[in-house]
């Protein structure tokens, strides 16, 4: 899927006030998903035990969940702003 799918508003639809802040609340949601994982420890003393190469892959792998949720938060944002930009 590449085109962002975005609702239209219109008369028998669900409506713009109603879409908006769904996908608002949405976007605070995935916020404080990254906010929360901020928080998480990721320190060499959990992991070593794994090898040396372990407290690396985590870190890696924490890089990455952070991306996935910006990536979330991202697509979330502009459905917002072009839900904004509709008519009625």
Same mark, same amino acid.
């Given at each position: 899927?590449?085109?962002?799918?975005?609702?239209?508003?219109?008369?028998?639809?669900?409506?713009?006030?109603?879409?908006?802040? #769904?996908?608002?609340?949405?976007?605070?949601?995935?916020?404080?998903?990254?906010?929360?994982?901020?928080?998480?420890?990721?320190?060499?003393?959990?992991?070593?035990?794994?090898?040396?190469?372990?407290?690396?892959?985590?870190?890696?792998?924490?890089?990455?969940?952070?991306?996935?949720?910006?990536?979330?938060?991202?697509?979330? #944002?502009?459905?917002?702003?072009?839900?904004?930009?509709?008519?009625?």
């Amino acid at each position: 899927m590449n085109k962002l799918m975005v609702p239209t508003v219109h008369l028998n639809g669900t409506s713009k006030e109603a879409l908006l802040s #769904e996908y608002v609340t949405a976007m605070n949601a995935v916020q404080d998903a990254i906010d929360a994982l901020k928080k998480v420890t990721v320190h060499g003393r959990d992991y070593y035990p794994q090898g040396d190469r372990a407290i690396n892959d985590a870190m890696l792998q924490r890089a990455r969940q952070f991306e996935h949720l910006e990536e979330v938060h991202t697509e979330l #944002e502009a459905i917002a702003v072009e839900i904004s930009e509709q008519g009625k």
